[in-house]
């Protein structure tokens, strides 16, 4: 029985390490990380990184709430957001947020991000549209992005 306890004790130790680097809400319950998941890019970006930023409002010099970089394979980018670090850099800290907000594509498959080359979120529509950012694990299609340049609007 001693030894099941000292076992009992043991798997506390690690899920108690585990958790700490988590967020939790106002009543200590466990909040994931966020992931973005788009689906269904053009083979020409296997291969490349991309990145994904999300943003509260649209200018010409967006503010960054969540962002994140990572490889793009088998058409398929899977994002960990993180608050950003001024503003263009991921942190420690991961996005536990939610909400509405513009989800922004980059890829970066010529060495370098450029803004002109971007893609919004508009759904089924013509105009960039705010996602509702609700769940861990968001997964849109490619199809549901057109190409905007926040820097012109």
């Known amino acids: ?57 649209l200018s010409n010099s967006p503010i960054n709430a969540g962002i994140g970089y990572s490889p793009i394979s088998d058409g398929r980018i899977s994002v960990e957001l993180s608050v950003p670090h001024n503003n263009l850099s991921t942190s420690q800290t991961k996005w536990t947020g939610n909400g509405s907000y513009y989800i922004y594509f980059m890829s970066n498959v010529y060495g370098s991000y450029y803004p002109h080359d971007g893609m919004i979120y508009v759904g089924n529509g013509q105009e960039p549209q705010k996602y509702n950012i609700n769940e861990s694990v968001i997964t849109i299609p490619y199809s549901a992005f057109m190409q905007y340049d926040y820097r012109e609007h």
């Not at 967020?23 to 990145?51: H, K, R, W």
Request: charged residues 20%.
């Open 1 to 57: 029985m001693r030894r099941f306890y000292k076992l009992l004790g043991i798997a506390a130790i690690v899920a108690a390490i585990g958790l700490a680097g988590c967020s939790a809400d106002d009543d200590g319950e466990y909040i994931p990380p966020t992931y973005i998941v788009i689906e269904g890019l053009p083979s020409f970006q296997n291969g490349s990184e991309g990145t994904i930023r999300i943003f509260s409002e």
